[in-house]
């Protein structure tokens, strides 16, 4: 079975930086794609940004020029650099991949989840 273990959430300033890690552990055969997600209190669980394989990234409107997200598909780990970080990023933030684990078919995985919590 595969995990996905993040790390890398904590209080920060606004205008401060945070760097979210997140690592497939198990039996990964191959990865599609790694993200991020996030989600407020009474609020849907959002895209932030995702890359595949091959480096193509997206990034949600809001974080566009503030968040960088990065991967090391040797090591089935990827990172989120948040800079200029805003109240509004305050969230609970999941990593995500989707990839093909020994059901040789593939699938999504998540996180468990880290607080990011961005004060004035």
């Known amino acids: 079975q595969v995990q996905l273990v993040e790390s890398g959430g904590g209080l920060v300033q606004a205008g401060g930086s945070l760097r979210l890690s997140c690592t497939a552990s198990?039996?990964?055969?191959?990865?599609?794609?790694m993200g991020w997600y996030r989600q407020a209190p009474g609020k849907e669980r959002d895209l932030v940004a995702d890359i595949t394989s091959g480096g193509s990234t997206d990034y949600a409107d809001s974080v566009k020029g503030r968040f960088t997200i990065t991967s090391d598909n040797a090591k089935g780990t990827w990172y989120l650099e948040m800079n200029s970080l805003k109240a509004e990023d305050t969230a609970v933030y999941y990593c995500?991949?989707?990839?093909?684990?020994?059901?040789?078919?593939?699938?999504?995985?998540w996180g468990q989840g880290t607080q990011v919590t961005v004060s004035s």
């Open positions: 995500n991949a989707n990839l093909v684990d020994w059901s040789s078919r593939p699938y999504d995985y």
């Open positions: 198990g039996t990964v055969f191959s990865i599609n794609t």
